[in-house]
């Protein structure tokens, strides 16, 4: 199982980082030991000072294929669950100043928290809305009409270099509202007004 995640992928969070806004799906990996499931807890890393949350739409990936074709591509999904995508921004900026690879940053331990998922929306064309509340603020507001890359054009792009398989998982990219979390806080996630996800920080 591979985990994917889209980074700048909606134009106003590239904008909040002072990043350019990309010209083709920037991609990076998480391994599977960097999964935290069923609601748990997330305990705050001793190797940074600025963990960020990142809450993202999650595609569920439902048959293997490679250079899938633009008019399948939508056949590679039918489950979407909610994620945060945890990111050490302290030792990120460091990674990115130095040209670094990003992993130790992204990838670690828990860094990406999945709910359960639910059956792809039929209207799911005409934007899913999400949102992410800590402790009880909403944060970040999101709606994927306003993704960069859709979610059919990141299932072309990443099978042009990845063999896509079934359960593997893409995190789609986090909307603006981006910021940390510390010891205590409690993050919940709503896909529309559901919420799917709910995350204490210990
Ligand atoms: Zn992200």
């Known amino acids: ?70 008019e399948f591509a939508s056949t590679y999904y039918d489950k979407i669950a909610l994620g945060i995508d945890f990111t050490a921004r302290d030792v990120q900026e460091k990674c990115k100043e130095k040209g670094h690879p990003w992993e130790i940053a992204k990838a670690f331990d828990q860094s990406a928290v999945l709910s359960s998922t639910v059956d792809l929306p039929q209207n799911y064309q005409e934007g899913i809305s999400f949102h992410l509340l800590k402790n009880g603020i909403k944060v970040q507001d999101g709606n994927t009409k306003d993704l960069i890359f859709s979610f059919n054009q990141l299932i072309c792009h990443i099978s042009k270099y990845f063999t896509l398989q079934q359960g593997d998982l893409i995190y789609t990219g986090t909307p603006s509202g981006v910021g940390p979390v510390q010891k205590g806080d409690k993050l919940e996630g709503f896909l529309g007004e559901k919420q799917l996800l709910s995350c204490e920080v210990k």
């Open 1 to 70: 199982m591979k985990i994917f995640c889209i980074g700048r992928n909606y134009a106003e969070h590239a904008k909040e980082l002072n990043n350019a806004v990309p010209t083709s799906p920037i991609v990076f990996m998480k391994p599977p030991t960097a999964l935290l499931l069923d609601n748990q807890p997330f305990f705050y890393p001793e190797f940074s000072k600025d963990i960020h949350y990142e809450l993202e739409i999650v595609l569920k990936i439902c048959k293997n294929g490679k250079h899938v074709q633009p």
